[in-house]
């Protein structure tokens, strides 16, 4: 851990005796897409202002390289950043933003323009220098915003939130050209967002936080698929909890709604007869029929959502409701509401979760 | 409805004759100057007047001083209260506001107290540390209007998130100010400027008491002494203090336009 490019020791912010960052330890490699990813009011964003020096950690310590960055003013640490109100100077065109970090550092102006030209290039809007802020729209002003962090060429990229003025589609191929930009530079890249999905889509590793801790760590399949806590199996993605109650603690079996289901874990020391909360992904079931799990169960349909290529069915079994999806087949029209259905799942989906 | 609006335009034309009939009679009186013709001799007439000139050019260069100095107390000042003193804007409000309150005269007279001959910084001595003294006076009956006409231009920008992005871009504070900050504000600080110029050229109390030769004690002069230059001399401030009014009005169109969010 000694050689990681941005080490971040026991960070601690609090504002007026209210701790909003309480005690964070990270460590990103060189050239990582790392996201933190996390409710409104998490702290993503003040993690973020610390490590580009707009805010003083009440304590702990950030590292670049191996060296303390603390006494470095922001404009002394060599970091981009890209803010979410595209915060493009006004009174500049774009050539002049993109060239301002070039003009601050004094390089030279031929060298400036051509490098310039090539940013312009990188983010596909060649041949726009000469356009103000207020004549582009707003993912052309994103990108302007990029290329201006980008081009002297910092040693790190921060972006907070950068894609959620945007409408949804914009979002979606933005986000997937400013990840493959981070790889051809190969920049190591702090992404804040609140949104699962654009984590889960763009992400080398997920940084998972709630209430100024940090939940998990990991690449965004492990996030998803090992969940380390209830709060992070719920906020990344959807999520089936079903309440059952132990049968054998030893046999790891679990009582649900009538029907015996055997389980990867439990909680040590579930005492049988005592509640415990299965939790699985929807699409970990299936209707049974073709591919069978280990476990099937048999309920009626609650619910049907038609979403386009899935479909989303609760099934009510007994007290508990799960939720699946399946995919859209067009010669079979989805099952009828209250229809007695089978499903089935494989036991090694399950998880118990901590609290 | 029409009768509503019968008596609205009634009552703006009683307005607008209660301030422009005094001009106008002005107006008229001051063309009369040869008997049964109306020309403009009057205004020839001051024009050449050397002291017209002179004076003229004494408040001019006052003015481009008190704006000078003016904007360079108060756009930092007001910059960085709205970037990280918040809490202080309510004093800041306050201290601009008081120019408006102490009547000038106490204002003179407290410099002349201050810095009289006998003081530790003896500026009336001399006249160049009188200059200083009433261009320092003119800065402080400024105040109120270059600081309003600032402080509204900050509100049209961002000033927070344009500051952090200049700054992490590597620009130092003075230059995120004057590379950023003040072009994008360029409208509000000049129709500030137009605003000190305004009041400067005009000025009496403070002139005349610090006894220097200003515009506003040539007029006063003029008034006591002539008969139809002192209306001509009337109408040519008050065309100036118009012209620049009118200046601002025009300015606001070439203001920096906020980028769209979308
Ligand atoms: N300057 C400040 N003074 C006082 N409290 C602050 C300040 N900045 C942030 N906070 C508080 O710290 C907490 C975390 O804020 P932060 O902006 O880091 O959240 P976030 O995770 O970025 O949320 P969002 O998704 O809404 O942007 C919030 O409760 C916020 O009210
Ligand atoms: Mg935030």
Known sequence: MADAFLRIDNLVKSFAGNTVVKGVNLAFEKGEFVSLLGPSGCGKTTILRMIAGFERPTSGQILVEGQDISPLPPNRRKIGMVFQAYALFPNMNVEDNVGFGLKIAGVARDERRARVEEMLKLIGLPGYGKRFPFEMSGGQQQRVALARALAPKPRMLLLDEPLSALDAKIRVSLREEIRAIQRELGITTVFVTHDQEEALSISDRIVVLSAGNVEQVGAPFEIYNKPATRFVATFVGQINTLTGRVVDGAARTVDLDGQVVHVPALPTGAAAGSEVALTLRPEAVRVAGAAEGDVTLDGTVAEVAFLGSVIRLKVRLGKNNIDLDTFNDPSTPPPALGNTIRVSLNSSDVFVLAD | ?262
Request: aromatic share 14%; charged share 10%.
């Open chain 2, 1 to 262: 409805m029409i009768a509503r609006r019968f008596w609205a335009w009634v009552v703006f034309a009683l307005g607008a004759a209660y301030f422009l009939l005094p001009l106008l009679a002005t107006f008229i009186f001051s063309l009369q100057m040869r008997r049964g013709r109306l020309t403009f001799d009057a205004y020839l007439s001051v024009f050449a007047d050397a002291r017209f000139q002179a004076t003229f050019g004494y408040s001019l260069t006052c003015a481009v001083f008190a704006i000078i100095v003016g904007v360079a107390i108060v756009l930092p000042a007001a910059y960085f209260v709205r970037l990280r003193l918040q809490w202080l804007r309510p004093l800041m409000e306050f201290i601009t506001l008081l120019p408006l309150i102490v009547p000038p005269i106490i204002l003179v007279f407290g410099h002349i107290r201050m810095f009289n001959s006998s003081s530790i910084l003896p500026l009336t001595n001399s006249a160049f540390g009188t200059d200083v003294l009433i261009v320092c006076g003119y800065v402080t009956l400024a105040l109120p209007y270059m600081y309003r006409a600032i402080d509204t231009g900050l509100r049209t920008i961002d000033v927070g998130t344009l500051t952090e992005a200049a700054t992490i871009l590597g620009a130092n504070p003075i230059r995120t100010m004057v590379s950023v900050i003040f072009p994008n504000i360029f409208v509000a600080v000049l129709s500030g400027a137009f605003l000190t110029f305004a009041i400067v050229i005009g000025e009496f109390v403070l002139a005349s008491l610090l006894n220097r030769p200003a515009f506003g004690v040539y007029m006063q002069n003029v008034g006591a002494n002539r008969a139809y230059e002192p209306s001509a001399l009337a109408i040519v401030s008050f065309a100036l203090t118009w012209g620049a009014m009118g200046v601002i009005q025009l300015l606001d169109r070439f203001a920096p336009k906020t980028a769209r969010k979308d």
